[in-house]
């Protein structure tokens, strides 16, 4: 059917210009676009990038705003807190509660693969094959197995080791002098640390066996925390709950010692090497530094502790009652060998890298909360403040 319509070429002969008609067919077609032109059909997507790009800013300015007014009336509410008062000694415990507490509760799952895998290195051929099995035969509240003492038990270690660590780093580096304490920073730090540990493991250590013996047994021996604890000591005892402390101190000392040592060396060779000083940067570009300091002290505290981590798991779920320490650490190394105080390594590197960064972040985080300055290297010398 034809159209009613004339065709635009016939409009053109009928009442347009003879020459520009003439040099419309003559005009070369234009060519097809090159890799280096731009291409429109991505403009589309070029404006969901910045659109998506434009909120996420403002949702970022909008959660600032909302921190900056909490923080506010938090100060306000606790007045200003002088550095190394009881208020601030109070402010680092807390940022340590939540620090830790919070991030080894959400790596629950990877904690549980890591402690059946040590106690039987033939459960599972790897970490994936292990989720999707527990998950078919436990459910999805399987992968969480052990959470609850992991929180209570992570949240008071975290309150004891970050609160005494600042107490330990400012009582030596007072009783060190200024010009001693920064010449053997490296030493204050692996001091107050070790000594923050010490006190720290005595609140963990029930928590601890626990969710060993939580996670090891399939299925779960214990309802929760609570359940655990009374099972355990009607028993065994007190004792019971304390029977895996000296591998525990063996676990957590050097993992705590080369954690916060390493952290401040760390983070003071970052700042060196950037522009400027550390207070040219915002309060989320140092949480950012803390948190890159953080993982790369990780990496190094799994590697330094995952022999005794090794152990720990080994003793709360095989440890015989009445058994002395000294026979079960050979009985369990003459089962396993060298090698067997390696298993699950990999998996632990992932978990603790990503545990130590983040907690970290957190604790400089409630640090801003409360007006206080994030944690770095000691100053030189000359810019401590007598």
Same mark, same amino acid.
Request: with cysteine; hydrophobic share 40%; glycine share 10%.
């Given at each position: 059917?034809?159209?009613?319509?004339?065709?635009?070429?016939?409009?053109?002969?009928?009442?347009?210009?003879?020459?520009?008609?003439?040099?419309?067919?003559?005009?070369?077609?234009?060519?097809?676009?090159?890799?280096?032109?731009?291409?429109?059909?991505?403009?589309?997507?070029?404006?969901?990038?910045?659109?998506? @790009?434009?909120?996420?800013?403002?949702?970022?300015a909008?959660?600032? @705003?909302?921190f900056d007014?909490?923080?506010?009336?938090?100060q306000?509410?606790?007045?200003?807190?002088?550095?190394y008062?009881?208020?601030?000694?109070?402010?680092?415990t807390?940022?340590?509660?939540?620090?830790?507490g919070?991030?080894?509760?959400?790596?629950?799952?990877?904690?549980?693969?890591?402690t059946?895998?040590?106690?039987?290195?033939?459960?599972?051929k790897?970490?994936?094959?292990?989720?999707?099995?527990?998950?078919r035969?436990?459910?999805?509240r399987?992968?969480?197995?052990g959470?609850s003492p992991?929180?209570?038990?992570?949240?008071?270690?975290?309150?004891?080791?970050?609160?005494?660590?600042?107490?330990?780093?400012?009582?030596?580096?007072?009783?060190?002098?200024?010009?001693?304490?920064?010449?053997?920073?490296?030493?204050?730090?692996?001091t107050?640390?070790?000594?923050?540990?010490?006190?720290?493991?005595?609140?963990l250590?029930?928590?601890?066996?626990?969710?060993?013996?939580m996670?090891?047994?399939?299925?779960?021996?214990?309802?929760?925390?609570l359940?655990?604890?009374?099972?355990?000591?009607?028993?065994?005892?007190?004792?019971?709950?304390?029977k895996?402390?000296?591998?525990?101190?063996g676990?957590?000392?050097?993992?705590?010692?080369?954690?916060?040592?390493?952290?401040?060396?760390?983070?003071?060779?970052?700042?060196?090497?950037?522009?400027g000083?550390?207070a040219?940067?915002?309060?989320?570009?140092?949480?950012?530094?803390?948190?890159?300091?953080?993982?790369?002290?990780?990496?190094?505290?799994?590697?330094?502790?995952?022999p005794?981590?090794?152990?720990?798991?080994?003793?709360?779920?095989?440890?015989?009652?009445?058994?002395?320490?000294g026979?079960?650490?050979?009985?369990?190394?003459?089962?396993?060998?060298?090698?067997?105080?390696?298993?699950?390594?990999?998996?632990?590197?992932?978990?603790?890298?990503?545990?130590?960064?983040?907690?970290?972040?957190?604790?400089?985080?409630m640090?801003?909360?409360?007006?206080?300055?994030?944690?770095?290297?000691?100053p030189?010398?000359?810019?401590?403040?007598?």
């Amino acid at each position: 059917m034809s159209t009613l319509y004339p065709k635009y070429e016939t409009l053109q002969q009928a009442f347009g210009s003879p020459y520009l008609l003439t040099c419309q067919r003559t005009a070369p077609k234009p060519s097809a676009p090159t890799p280096y032109q731009a291409q429109p059909e991505l403009y589309y997507a070029y404006s969901v990038v910045d659109d998506a @790009k434009n909120k996420a800013k403002k949702l970022s300015a909008e959660a600032q @705003k909302d921190f900056d007014a909490a923080s506010q009336k938090a100060q306000a509410a606790t007045g200003k807190i002088e550095l190394y008062s009881g208020k601030y000694y109070a402010a680092c415990t807390f940022g340590g509660l939540l620090a830790c507490g919070v991030t080894h509760t959400a790596v629950t799952p990877l904690d549980l693969v890591k402690t059946r895998r040590q106690v039987d290195s033939k459960l599972y051929k790897g970490n994936f094959q292990a989720w999707g099995h527990i998950f078919r035969n436990e459910g999805f509240r399987g992968i969480f197995t052990g959470w609850s003492p992991t929180f209570f038990g992570y949240s008071a270690q975290g309150a004891f080791k970050y609160g005494w660590y600042e107490f330990f780093k400012k009582t030596y580096s007072d009783m060190a002098g200024p010009e001693a304490a920064y010449k053997y920073k490296t030493t204050l730090y692996l001091t107050a640390s070790a000594s923050a540990e010490l006190l720290a493991d005595l609140a963990l250590c029930p928590f601890e066996a626990v969710k060993v013996r939580m996670q090891a047994t399939i299925p779960s021996q214990y309802k929760g925390t609570l359940d655990g604890i009374s099972q355990i000591t009607a028993k065994e005892g007190i004792s019971g709950l304390y029977k895996g402390l000296y591998p525990l101190w063996g676990r957590q000392i050097p993992y705590t010692m080369m954690k916060f040592a390493s952290f401040e060396t760390i983070v003071e060779m970052i700042y060196a090497r950037l522009p400027g000083t550390k207070a040219d940067y915002s309060k989320a570009q140092q949480t950012g530094v803390s948190f890159a300091g953080g993982y790369l002290a990780g990496i190094l505290c799994a590697i330094v502790s995952h022999p005794a981590d090794v152990m720990v798991s080994k003793l709360n779920a095989n440890r015989q009652p009445g058994e002395a320490f000294g026979a079960v650490t050979s009985r369990v190394y003459g089962d396993i060998g060298f090698r067997g105080l390696w298993n699950g390594l990999p998996v632990r590197i992932v978990m603790i890298g990503t545990l130590t960064g983040l907690q970290w972040m957190i604790y400089d985080y409630m640090k801003i909360f409360f007006g206080l300055p994030t944690t770095g290297g000691a100053p030189p010398p000359d810019q401590v403040k007598h």
